[in-house]
């Protein structure tokens, strides 16, 4: 059997200021020198297999998941904050719960939700400042944020508690970045009270949402049907409820999973088209033809250009920009043995941009999904994950995404001053900042 070529623990030590920082350099340096597939030891952790080679992601998430778990980054190190949702959980109690939520967002049932979505994104949008820049990565975390609120609990007045439960899992992944990127120094997080801290924020977050959960129970039947209908009337096979707690860290997944890596696509997005004036007039184009009508399914397949804006941002920018997994079990992938135990980190970034599979791959190119056949690129192309853990999001964050687009080229232009954007990775790939300007069409 082959071995995979080594990156030391002494350079990773050497190079730990700027890995916490931004690991993504030195990804790429190893991924060039090394080649696909390499092994990297971690101090705290131990080996870990990183790999942007498709072949292996395809074992990994489809043909052999199987043989392959959440890694304790998701299912302990994740979890102490959030609980053990979808995003965290493993085996029997993540496909028990995986059968019982999948149905709320199918789309018969998120066709439901589209009212409610959009209202909150007019009314979010209504906060725009024309003809002042603005960093739109903070707008949009909020519309973000405000759209989930509202699709869970299509309440006016929940504002301030989501203020409240936005500021403390913010607050909260930051320290998770910490631990994750220094493992060697999770000891002195603890004993120094850091972690302990933030679990008591986390606690606080948890005490938000069964208030409005309570406060739900108290109405009784409801003429609506939100998000938080669906999870509450979702059962087991024996007819049972999800517990007050297992709801809890349902809805905590939702909103940590479900507006982060919305309002990281949107910020992207308008940055790359605010760099193209004569992209925004052939989307203007494209949407104005359906101004006269509500958003719907059916019309979405009337905006491909839309749509692969989209589908490009997230090429460059992934939602998930890697997929951490381990081995249950003694396995193998083409000439390679992994033993039981081995953690593996399959680089969605830099599939996504690899000069084999895509054209000019570093650059931004708004119409290269139109006419694409997505079975071509379907081993190369991830943005949601694959196999049976993709997001169960997914559809939810296009029609958002979609809906928000519509509304802000429908009535500005935007601008930007700014040359690149400087990405800050966390759970998610966010950008640091992006600085816009919207003018009235």
Not at 164 to 177: H, P, R
């Amino acid at each position: 059997m082959k071995k995979l070529p080594h990156v030391s623990a002494l350079k990773v030590l050497r190079n730990s200021k700027r890995i916490l920082k931004n690991p993504l350099p030195f990804h790429l340096e190893n991924f060039e020198k090394l080649g696909d597939t390499f092994r990297i030891s971690i101090p705290g952790e131990g080996k870990v297999i990183f790999s942007r080679d498709p072949e292996w992601v395809q074992q990994v998430l489809r043909k052999k998941h199987r043989f392959y778990s959440k890694s304790k980054l998701q299912t302990k190190d994740l979890a102490k904050y959030i609980g053990y949702g979808l995003l965290t959980s493993e085996g029997e109690h993540w496909r028990t719960h995986r059968r019982m939520i999948q149905p709320a967002f199918h789309r018969r049932k998120l066709k439901a939700l589209i009212d409610i979505m959009h209202e909150a994104i007019v009314s979010e949008l209504e906060r725009i400042t024309p003809n002042t820049e603005v960093d739109v990565f903070a707008m949009m975390g909020d519309l973000a944020f405000q759209v989930v609120a509202k699709s869970l609990f299509s309440s006016d007045d929940i504002r301030e508690s989501m203020a409240k439960l936005k500021s403390i899992t913010e607050e909260n992944q930051k320290m998770l970045i910490k631990e994750m990127r220094r493992p060697y120094l999770k000891a002195w997080f603890n004993w120094s009270g850091e972690i302990g801290k933030h679990l008591e924020m986390a606690e606080k977050g948890r005490d938000v949402l069964n208030d409005l959960i309570e406060e739900r129970l108290k109405e009784g039947k409801r003429d609506g049907h939100d998000l938080l209908d669906m999870l509450l009337e979702a059962t087991y096979e024996d007819g049972t409820k999800m517990s007050r707690k297992q709801l809890i860290d349902e809805v905590l997944i939702l909103f940590t999973a479900g507006h982060e890596t919305t309002a990281n696509a949107l910020s992207f997005m308008f940055y790359f088209l605010a760099k193209d004036k004569a992209l925004q007039e052939s989307l203007f184009s494209e949407i104005a033809a359906l101004d006269s009508k509500p958003f719907s399914f059916e019309n979405m397949a009337k905006l491909p250009l839309a749509q692969s804006c989209i589908k490009e941002t997230m090429r460059i920018y992934p939602p998930a920009y890697f997929i951490d997994r381990v081995a249950i079990e003694d396995t193998d992938i083409g000439t390679f043995q992994l033993k039981k135990g081995t953690l593996v980190l399959l680089s969605i970034y830099e599939l996504h941009r690899h000069k084999d599979f895509w054209e000019s791959p570093e650059n931004y190119i708004a119409n290269r999904f139109v006419n694409l056949d997505l079975k071509k690129t379907s081993n190369y192309y991830y943005p949601f994950g694959a196999g049976p853990r993709m997001c169960i999001g997914n559809a939810f964050a296009d029609y958002e995404i979609l809906m928000v687009l519509m509304e802000i080229i429908k009535k500005y232009h935007i601008d930007t001053k700014m040359e690149t954007v400087e990405i800050n990775p966390m759970i998610s790939l966010k950008p640091k900042e992006v600085r816009l300007n919207f003018r009235p069409r």
